[in-house]
């Protein structure tokens, strides 16, 4: 994003993309008020896996959430993926 935009449009569209992010996310609101098509979808999402995992961690005091440690790996690696073949130094 902010190689393709100017800062101000940077800035505003990542503030966006988190309050987003924090909202579907289980962060604000929880996942159990989305519909089932949409929870499973958003179940998927980074934030989702890290917020699951510490819960169930932090609060339940469960050992390491595995399947939550996936999510966020594969999201890294796709996130590195794309970040390496849309990169230009210009």
Avoid: C, Y
């Amino acid at each position: 994003m902010a190689g393709t935009l100017r800062a101000e449009a940077t800035l505003g569209l990542a503030n966006f993309v988190f309050l987003l992010l924090l909202a579907g996310g289980g962060v604000i609101l929880p996942l159990s008020k989305f519909p089932s098509g949409v929870h499973h979808a958003l179940d998927a999402l980074p934030i989702s896996a890290l917020t699951n995992g510490l819960r169930d961690v932090l609060q339940h005091g469960a050992t390491l959430p595995w399947g939550d440690v996936g999510i966020l790996a594969a999201w890294a690696v796709a996130a590195i993926t794309v970040a390496a073949r849309s990169f230009k130094w210009e």
